[in-house]
């Protein structure tokens, strides 16, 4: 996997994933940025956010449930200290759809957590406690 971050002005960069794929990062306007894009942190908690709502999707496309819509709300605490890393990050799920089984549900949010989300198990493993929770909505 590659990608490149090119700086554009202030603290303004262009990120192009190995894919072709680009997104403006920024900074505040405190920090010389004009705030036209997401903060790098918050690039971070957004792909993780994106890698288990994409795990969660596939383990339930996989036992055939009526998914109609899934997001994936996340609330993250950074270290009052730099590095100002993520301390604590809770991910809550939103899965809609018709007659979905709650174990269906809480089994594919334990298993992107546990086996299949990269991006969670590795900031797990870099010590930051993630905690999951869902709720089904019937549409």
């Known amino acids: 996997m590659k990608a ?7 603290r303004q960069f262009v990120a192009e994933s190995g894919s072709g794929h680009s997104v403006v990062v920024d900074g505040p306007p ?4 004009r705030n036209t894009g997401p903060r ?3 690039m971070l908690l957004m792909g993780m956010g994106s890698c288990t709502a ?3 999707l596939n383990i339930l496309d996989k036992a055939r449930a009526d998914v109609t819509d899934c997001v994936a709300q996340l609330e993250a ?18 899965v809609s ?8 549900v809480q089994r594919a949010v334990e298993l992107s957590a546990e086996k299949y989300c990269s ?7 870099g010590g930051v406690d993630i905690t999951h929770s869902f709720e089904i909505v019937a549409a």
Do not use: C, Y
Request: aromatic fraction near 8%; proline fraction near 4%.
């Open 97 to 104: 759809g018709r007659n979905l089984k709650e174990k269906q």
């Open 40 to 42: 790098p942190m918050e």
């Open 54 to 56: 994409f795990d969660v």
């Open 77 to 94: 605490e950074r270290a009052d200290s730099t590095p100002s890393v993520f301390t604590r990050i809770h991910v809550h799920f939103v």
């Open 4 to 10: 490149q971050v090119k700086w554009t002005d202030g």
């Open 30 to 33: 405190e920090h010389g940025g």
């Open 119 to 125: 991006a969670s198990i590795m900031l797990v493993n």
